[in-house]
């Protein structure tokens, strides 16, 4: 099992290889300004194969 430094910097650096740092950065923001349960809203899309650039655009969408 992984430590949970190694979990968030693997994390941190998924996001910036694929959003780039400023999407990232909005993308963490986001998910931290609204409250909201992130593994009810993962499990939904689950079944779905989207990029990370669409659930990144359909998280800021259940932010707003």
């Not at 996001?15 to 931290?32: C, N, Q, W």
């Not at 609204?34 to 669409?54: A, G, Q």
């Amino acid at each position: 099992m992984r430590t949970d430094s190694v979990v968030r910097t693997e994390g941190m650096t998924a996001l910036l290889e694929r959003l780039g740092t400023i999407d990232a950065e909005r993308f963490i923001a986001l998910i931290l300004r609204e409250p909201f349960d992130y593994t009810v809203w993962r499990e939904e899309l689950n079944n779905e194969d989207i990029s990370l650039r669409e659930l990144s655009r359909r998280a800021m969408e259940n932010v707003v």
